[in-house]
């Protein structure tokens, strides 16, 4: 008898059983189909795609005692995943859903806006007079990220729409948000990475007693046309570069131009010089940075390409510890590849990915092993060879889940230049920094943190990895990093003119200006600074104080 929580073994479902855990709520998972006779409340947090889950829940034997649970009457919560499946079906797939909602789940339209739909957007309840006890709030942001919605049309669809308890607005298109009638409910965000928004919506959902949970009365079906703005959001992420110190502890380290030791300097003891430098704890700091308001955080190991990660168990360690402190997005990155155990053993990078889902990581950011996998799909004429590491992860998790992290570097030429590149020239603008004035660069790729320089460039490797399946761009500049300038605004043009997914603008950040002037001159939908905010300069808060000032939209906590 109880709570239990169904996980059908590809979402990252540690995230959930963590915010479970610190609302001191009891719970047991569903390990067999007889589980369900016991459940006396199930919540079903899916991560991932919709025809992996289903297939996930029919190969355990699932799916029918989960159709039977809901017709039982006992109280049902699905997240994402979870409340999609309460649909007929999903473009995102072949297979049928569970029909109890007569609508079906279509893609988004990237025409005037990045697909996925990945942040923080507020959410509208359609009856003003009714609004629920829910513990859901207007004016309030929560955590989404999903390519495919529930479109609301209660002209069309009448039956639907009495399913329909909030609504959110992306670009022109106003989708589902939450569901809720009878014994069921259901959320297309993540209450569990929506910070203290997300855990105020299920301590009230846990608090109601469960006689109450089951008899949630109908929606009022109200037209709701879209409105000129929608109510998504900028996020501020933190990122934290990670890696072994020369005494083998994991410390948060920062580079200047990825160049991660002291140097040498008369306030430095000889034996400092050349150390790694040491700018905290990496769970300390995750925590703190969640405390400070930051939008989503990202953890980089930035040695692993030269071992296995799997053998990394302090990596997967600072992840568990960090995902049960931590209720915004957390990314992790380095290391996911194919690798080779030292014993021999083979690990596919989807295996990797995911042991750092299941450690509470959200997305994964893949760096060297994109840009090799857009290599080899250029050297086979342009074809995908649907076993790469983003094609795996993604076809398992969701395109969603996977981020690639690029690591571009600027090759200066001539003036006169008429290579191959030419059509990706930048040349220095007046205004901008005085060393770059006068002189012309392209972007170019590299891997092993910038220790390889290939023949690739950004816009490139941006596109052959949007083309692959990746549902985000973390862009990185090797030449701004840790320098304090600010973003480098044309590369960051460049890259964000060039796909329809995501980008997050990172390195560079200075001061509080450097993020009012990426948003509005590039459009991204996220900027990411480690440096300032490692050293206390500028704090988080300061940062959405002033884009809050110069009108950009941000998440207030
Ligand atoms: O190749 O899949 O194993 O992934 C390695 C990952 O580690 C990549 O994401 C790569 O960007 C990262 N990485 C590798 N070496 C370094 C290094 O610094 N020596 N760090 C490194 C990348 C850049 C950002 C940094 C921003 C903001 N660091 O993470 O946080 O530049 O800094 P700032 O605000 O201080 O300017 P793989």
């Given at each position: 008898?109880?709570?239990?929580?169904?996980?059908?073994?590809?979402?990252?479902?540690?995230?959930?059983?963590?915010?479970?855990?610190?609302?001191?709520?009891?719970?047991?998972w569903?390990?067999?189909?007889?589980?369900?006779?016991e459940?006396?409340?199930?919540?079903?947090?899916?991560?991932?795609?919709?025809?992996?889950?289903?297939?996930?829940?029919?190969?355990?034997?699932?799916l029918?005692?989960?159709?039977?649970?809901?017709?039982?009457?006992?109280?049902?919560?699905?997240?994402?995943?979870?409340?999609?499946v309460?649909?007929?079906?999903?473009?995102?797939?072949?297979?049928?859903?569970?029909?109890?909602?007569?609508?079906?789940i279509?893609?988004?339209?990237?025409a005037?806006?990045?697909?996925?739909?990945?942040?923080?957007?507020?959410?509208?309840?359609?009856?003003?007079?009714?609004?629920?006890?829910?513990?859901?709030?207007?004016?309030?942001?929560?955590?989404?990220?999903?390519?495919?919605?529930?479109?609301?049309?209660?002209?069309?669809?009448?039956d639907?729409a009495?399913?329909?308890?909030?609504?959110?607005?992306?670009?022109?298109?106003?989708?589902?948000?939450?569901?809720?009638?009878?014994?069921?409910?259901?959320?297309?965000?993540h209450?569990?990475k929506?910070?203290?928004?997300?855990?105020?919506?299920?301590?009230?959902?846990?608090?109601?007693?469960?006689?109450?949970?089951?008899?949630?009365?109908?929606?009022?079906?109200?037209?709701?046309p879209?409105?000129?703005?929608?109510?998504?959001?900028?996020?501020?992420?933190?990122?934290?570069?990670?890696?072994?110190?020369?005494?083998?502890?994991?410390?948060?380290?920062?580079?200047?131009?990825?160049?991660?030791?002291?140097?040498?300097?008369?306030?430095?003891?000889?034996?400092?010089a050349?150390?790694v430098?040491?700018?905290?704890?990496?769970?300390?700091?995750?925590?703190?940075?969640?405390?400070?308001?930051?939008?989503?955080?990202?953890?980089?190991?930035?040695?692993?390409?030269?071992?296995?990660?799997?053998?990394?168990?302090?990596?997967?360690?600072?992840?568990?510890?960090?995902?049960?402190?931590?209720?915004?997005?957390?990314?992790?990155?380095?290391?996911?590849?194919?690798?080779?155990?030292?014993?021999?053993?083979?690990?596919?990078?989807?295996?990797?990915?995911?042991?750092?889902?299941?450690?509470?990581?959200?997305?994964?950011?893949?760096?060297?092993?994109?840009?090799?996998?857009?290599?080899?799909?250029?050297?086979?004429?342009?074809?995908?060879?649907?076993?790469?590491?983003?094609?795996?992860?993604?076809?398992?998790?969701?395109?969603?889940?996977?981020?690639?992290?690029?690591?571009?570097?600027?090759?200066?030429v001539?003036?006169?230049?008429?290579?191959?590149?030419?059509?990706?020239?930048?040349?220095?603008?007046?205004?901008?920094?005085?060393?770059?004035?006068?002189?012309?660069?392209?972007?170019?790729?590299?891997?092993?943190?910038?220790?390889?320089?290939?023949?690739?460039?950004?816009?490139?490797?941006?596109?052959?990895?949007?083309?692959?399946?990746a549902?985000?761009?973390?862009?990185?500049?090797?030449?701004?990093?840790?320098?304090?300038?600010?973003?480098?605004?044309?590369?960051?043009?460049?890259?964000?003119?060039?796909?329809?997914?995501?980008?997050?603008?990172?390195?560079?950040?200075?001061?509080?200006?450097?993020?009012?002037?990426?948003?509005?001159?590039?459009?991204?939908?996220?900027?990411?600074?480690?440096?300032?905010?490692?050293?206390?300069?500028?704090?988080?808060?300061?940062?959405?104080?002033?884009l809050?000032?110069?009108?950009?939209?941000?998440?207030?906590?």
């Amino acid at each position: 008898m109880g709570l239990f929580l169904l996980d059908y073994g590809a979402g990252n479902v540690q995230s959930l059983a963590n915010t479970l855990k610190r609302l001191g709520c009891d719970f047991r998972w569903i390990a067999a189909p007889e589980d369900f006779d016991e459940a006396t409340s199930l919540i079903f947090p899916g991560v991932g795609a919709f025809q992996t889950a289903v297939e996930g829940l029919t190969a355990r034997g699932f799916l029918e005692p989960l159709r039977a649970y809901i017709a039982s009457g006992r109280p049902y919560f699905g997240i994402c995943i979870g409340m999609q499946v309460l649909f007929q079906s999903s473009a995102e797939g072949s297979i049928a859903g569970l029909g109890i909602i007569p609508s079906a789940i279509d893609s988004f339209d990237n025409a005037d806006k990045s697909v996925p739909h990945m942040g923080w957007n507020s959410v509208e309840f359609l009856d003003p007079d009714h609004q629920s006890n829910e513990g859901i709030y207007e004016n309030t942001h929560y955590y989404f990220v999903h390519s495919y919605r529930a479109s609301y049309d209660p002209e069309h669809n009448p039956d639907a729409a009495q399913w329909v308890h909030t609504v959110t607005q992306y670009g022109q298109e106003v989708f589902v948000a939450t569901v809720r009638k009878g014994n069921v409910f259901g959320c297309q965000f993540h209450p569990e990475k929506s910070g203290e928004a997300g855990l105020k919506l299920l301590e009230a959902w846990l608090r109601k007693p469960e006689s109450e949970r089951a008899h949630a009365p109908p929606t009022l079906r109200i037209t709701r046309p879209p409105r000129p703005k929608d109510g998504f959001t900028k996020r501020i992420v933190a990122c934290m570069d990670v890696r072994a110190n020369d005494v083998e502890d994991l410390v948060v380290t920062k580079g200047d131009q990825y160049d991660v030791r002291e140097k040498s300097s008369t306030a430095l003891t000889v034996s400092a010089a050349g150390a790694v430098r040491n700018l905290g704890k990496p769970v300390a700091l995750a925590a703190r940075y969640f405390a400070e308001g930051a939008d989503e955080l990202a953890l980089l190991n930035i040695t692993a390409f030269r071992h296995s990660p799997l053998h990394d168990q302090p990596m997967l360690a600072v992840v568990r510890a960090a995902a049960t402190m931590v209720f915004v997005p957390l990314t992790i990155g380095g290391g996911i590849r194919d690798t080779v155990d030292p014993d021999g053993t083979p690990r596919s990078a989807l295996e990797v990915a995911g042991a750092y889902f299941r450690a509470g990581a959200d997305k994964v950011s893949i760096g060297s092993e994109a840009v090799h996998a857009v290599e080899r799909m250029r050297a086979n004429g342009g074809r995908a060879e649907g076993t790469s590491a983003i094609e795996t992860i993604a076809h398992a998790y969701g395109r969603q889940a996977v981020v690639v992290s690029i690591d571009p570097k600027r090759v200066y030429v001539s003036a006169e230049y008429d290579g191959p590149r030419r059509g990706e020239l930048v040349y220095g603008r007046e205004g901008g920094v005085e060393a770059e004035r006068g002189k012309a660069w392209w972007y170019q790729c590299t891997v092993s943190g910038g220790r390889e320089a290939r023949d690739l460039s950004a816009v490139e490797l941006a596109q052959g990895v949007e083309t692959l399946g990746a549902g985000e761009i973390l862009l990185n500049s090797i030449d701004r990093d840790g320098t304090g300038l600010g973003f480098d605004l044309d590369l960051i043009l460049l890259v964000r003119q060039s796909v329809r997914i995501p980008v997050v603008a990172s390195s560079g950040a200075g001061n509080a200006e450097h993020f009012v002037e990426v948003f509005k001159c590039t459009g991204v939908e996220a900027a990411l600074a480690a440096g300032i905010f490692h050293r206390k300069e500028v704090a988080i808060q300061e940062v959405k104080t002033a884009l809050m000032e110069a009108g950009v939209n941000v998440r207030s906590t």
